[in-house]
């Protein structure tokens, strides 16, 4: 397993060159991809320009940032200047930005090494990363199983050693799970910790960036590396740094446990998570029972907010100034209905249709009006809750890594987002981390939710579990780069 950390001292101190580590990484990406698929793309002529600049700096003398000469995975639906940009899908099969997205500005700015962009649900809708035009993405772990979506992609690259950590987005846990699944820490934080600008968007009031990495302390590095506010972005307002104010000492720490997130898990997600409960309160925290009643109106809240979202976002896309062009067609309507219906896959124009149907008249005021006031008083419960706890405790996903094509409904998809998706509708920070293994050896993680603006809170209470643990449930497979 490799950290950012370890990267960064092994580069200070010249036991390798940047060039000679971005060469490996790119060698490494082209041998493994064909079995993992966690790139869409790689881009080996900007990690070498990048690298080469930090091997500049190096044999200047200067210092160098900590995710300086770091390679990396972007989720293709970030956008890169004269880089391929695809959200997985047909519709920008051939897309390249003309600007940068705020965090690649911020990332780039640091010479980070961008090994390739990754693989995805086609504009970030779906839970296994099966969506995508390209193929799904395995997990590292065990091929025959999924990575997890939506950044599926993102997280598969780093479980396989093919980047050192990854940049991700998360609209209901497209972060977290993906993360749980592969056996890495992955952090949403607060809605408007980090700037959005240049974020394909999914659901505009759901969205989040943040990092996907192999320890808490990495996470809390790029967190720090890109929560700048963003006056190119309204709902932008920046966030402390975290990493130096991590201590692991959670004496004291109140951790709430609401008993809805525990039903309906596998028999290895309720063990892990009741270990996890008692080693906390080993530490010295304290377990609040709460209640969530609420809880069983997240996904519909959820879905009918990011659908009717989405069908808006995606409006844009009609064949007329960029993307997909259907290539006959009878005359104006003829041509944008061909266009969409090609460009798009099975899902996204499902969440088109079902967010088109919840905002038409007549049906407004009996769905998405509903669905605010419902996430109104989500928010008002989850502040009821943080009024008697420090953070709240709960399984990432009730089930480990789904078999790969396995025939789910697209409602038992659905799901398996029960236990994140609340998170996004309040728009608070979480983070997930591996707290056990299944009987087939995969991964199981726990989410750890803070009150708004609270990272610190809930990475210090993951740091403090991992160190206790000594890491053992933290797992990179047996590809890919070993430093």
Same mark, same amino acid.
Request: net charge neutral; proline share 3%.
């Given at each position: 397993m490799t950290t950012i950390q370890a990267v960064h001292h092994l580069l200070t101190n010249r036991e390798v060159t940047c060039r000679e580590l971005t060469v490996?990484? %790119?060698? =490494? !990406? $082209?041998? +493994?991809?064909?079995?993992?698929?966690?790139?869409?793309? *790689?881009?080996?002529?900007?990690? %070498?320009? =990048? !690298? $080469?600049? +930090?091997?500049?700096?190096?044999?200047?003398?200067?210092? *160098?940032?900590?995710?300086?000469?770091?390679?990396?995975?972007?989720?293709?639906?970030?956008?890169?200047?004269?880089?391929?940009t695809t959200c997985a899908s047909h519709m920008l099969e051939n897309y390249v930005p003309i600007y940068d997205a705020a965090i690649w500005e911020a990332l780039g700015t640091q010479n980070a090494i961008l090994v390739g962009k990754g693989n995805m649900d086609e504009f970030a809708m779906?839970?296994?990363?099966?969506?995508?035009?390209?193929?799904?993405?395995k997990n590292p772990h065990n091929l025959g199983h999924v990575a997890g979506g939506s950044s599926g992609g993102v997280a598969a690259a780093v479980a396989a050693n093919i980047a050192v950590y990854g940049i991700g987005s998360d609209t209901g846990g497209s972060i977290r799970m993906p993360a749980s699944f592969c056996g890495l820490v992955g952090l949403k934080p607060t809605y408007g910790a980090v700037s959005r600008r240049g974020l394909i968007a999914y659901g505009s009031s759901l969205d989040q960036i943040g990092p996907i990495t192999t320890c808490v302390e990495d996470a809390a590095l790029v967190f720090d590396a890109i929560c700048e506010k963003d006056p190119g972005d309204m709902t932008s307002r920046g966030a402390a740094p975290v990493a130096d104010r991590l201590t692991g000492d959670i004496?004291?720490?109140?951790?709430?446990?609401?008993?809805?997130?525990?039903?309906?898990?596998?028999?290895?997600?309720?063990?892990?998570?009741?270990?996890?409960?008692?080693?906390?309160?080993?530490?010295?925290?304290?377990?609040?029972?709460?209640?969530?009643?609420l809880l069983q109106y997240v996904l519909p809240t959820y879905y009918i907010i990011a659908c009717a979202e989405a069908s808006s976002n995606l409006g844009r896309y009609d064949g007329l100034r960029y993307g997909h062009q259907a290539p006959s067609f009878s005359d104006l309507n003829?041509?944008?209905?061909?266009?969409?219906?090609?460009?798009?896959?099975k899902e996204v124009r499902r969440r088109i249709l079902l967010g088109t149907y919840v905002l038409s008249a007549g049906y407004y005021d009996a769905?998405?009006?509903?669905?605010?006031?419902?996430?109104?008083?989500?928010?008002?419960?989850?502040?009821d809750m943080f009024a008697r706890c420090d953070v709240i405790l709960t399984p990432t996903v009730p089930v480990t890594a789904l078999q790969f094509g396995a025939d789910l409904s697209p409602v038992e998809t659905y799901q398996t987002d029960i236990c994140t998706c609340s998170v996004n509708i309040a728009g608070l920070p979480a983070v997930s981390i591996p707290c056990g293994v299944d009987s087939k050896s995969l991964p199981i993680g726990l989410q750890l939710i803070g009150g708004r603006f609270r990272e610190a809170t809930v990475l210090n209470a993951a740091l403090a579990f991992e160190r206790e643990t000594a890491r053992s449930y933290l797992k990179t497979a047996d590809m890919g780069v070993a430093l």
């Open positions: 490996r990484y %790119l060698k =490494a !990406a $082209d041998d +493994v991809n064909p079995q993992v698929n966690a790139y869409i793309s *790689l881009t080996k002529e900007a990690a %070498l320009a =990048a !690298a $080469d600049a +930090v091997d500049k700096k190096l044999c200047r003398g200067e210092a *160098l940032a900590p995710l300086e000469g770091v390679p990396f995975c972007l989720k293709d639906n970030i956008s890169t200047k004269g880089l391929a779906g839970s296994t990363c099966e969506n995508s035009y390209f193929g799904g993405s004496k004291g720490l109140k951790i709430g446990i609401a008993s809805e997130f525990f039903e309906g898990l596998s028999g290895d997600v309720d063990k892990a998570l009741s270990d996890a409960v008692a080693l906390y309160e080993k530490l010295g925290a304290e377990i609040v029972p709460l209640h969530f009643p003829d041509f944008i209905c061909r266009t969409r219906t090609e460009g798009f896959g769905y998405y009006n509903k669905a605010q006031q419902l996430r109104r008083a989500i928010v008002r419960e989850f502040s």
